[in-house]
């Protein structure tokens, strides 16, 4: 399974940014999908997670209300739109997935395939 992440870029505080994570190799549509995230000094957490057919999703405290994340099974992609964009957002993001698809768990351990990344920098 590759995961291609693409999006990233530089916004102003207060703005928006739509990633998105295409998948090849492998149809993910029974996978968990999955954005997490990594801080400079900081461990790599989650973001958001969207069941196999996004019937659940989770997100962490921190983006709640403000990030969205949804998925597309018949072009085997996943997008997160952020909005309300703060300097406390500035990270690389990561794309992941997980076998089986009705789980949600937080920890990037338990996510078996990662894109490489795309960096998310906010401006103050």
């Known amino acids: 399974v590759q995961l291609v992440e693409s999006g990233g870029g530089l916004v102003t505080s207060g703005g928006s940014l739509t990633l998105s994570c295409r998948a090849s190799?492998?149809?993910?549509?029974?996978?968990?999908m999955s954005w997490f995230r990594q801080a400079p000094g900081k461990e790599r957490e989650l973001v958001a997670a969207?069941?196999?057919?996004?019937?659940?999703?989770v997100y962490a405290d921190s983006v709640k209300g403000r990030f969205t994340i949804s998925r597309d099974n018949a072009e085997n992609a996943v997008f997160l739109q952020m909005s309300s964009l703060n300097p406390e957002d500035t990270a690389v993001y990561y794309c992941?997935?997980?076998?089986?698809?009705?789980?949600?768990?937080?920890?990037?351990?338990?996510?078996?395939?990662w894109g490489q990344g795309t960096q998310v920098t906010v401006s103050s």
């Open positions: 190799g492998r149809t993910l549509s029974s996978y968990t």
């Open positions: 992941a997935t997980r076998f089986p698809g009705h789980e949600l768990p937080f920890k990037s351990d338990d996510y078996h395939y």
């Open positions: 969207i069941s196999w057919n996004g019937g659940k999703t």
